[in-house]
Nanobody, 125 residues
């Protein structure tokens, strides 16, 4: 299974970005997918996740109301729409995926077996 993130970049505070995660190598529709981020000097943290069916989404409090996660099983992609970006959103963003059906915590990085290489998001004021 390969995960490839795209869509990162440098923007001004208040702007929007859309990150994409392309998943290849297996039956994508059976995978839950999560987005995590890691800022310099900080631990990796949960951002958002979507279950395999796409009917359940989960968000960190820090991004709730600003970020939206969605999936397109026909295209094997998961998108993260980020609005009203803040300086504190600056980080490397990673997507992660796992094929199991049941999760105790969609926000835990330990739940996901496969990870992408990450894409940089830089927000300046």
């Amino acid at each position: 299974v390969q995960l490839t993130e795209s869509g990162g970049g440098s923007v001004q505070a208040g702007a929007s970005l859309r990150l994409s995660c392309a998943v290849s190598g297996h039956t994508f529709s059976t995978y839950a997918v999560g987005w995590f981020r890691q800022a310099p000097g900080k631990e990796r943290e949960f951002v958002a996740a979507v279950n395999w069916g796409g009917d359940r989404t989960f968000y960190a409090d820090s991004v709730k109301g600003r970020f939206t996660i969605s999936r397109d099983n026909a295209k094997n992609t998961v998108s993260l729409h980020m609005n009203s970006l803040k300086r504190e959103d600056t980080a490397v963003y990673y997507c992660a995926a796992d094929p199991k059906k049941y999760y105790s915590d969609y926000g835990s990085s330990y739940e996901y077996e496969y990870w992408g290489q990450g894409t940089q998001v830089t927000v300046s004021s």
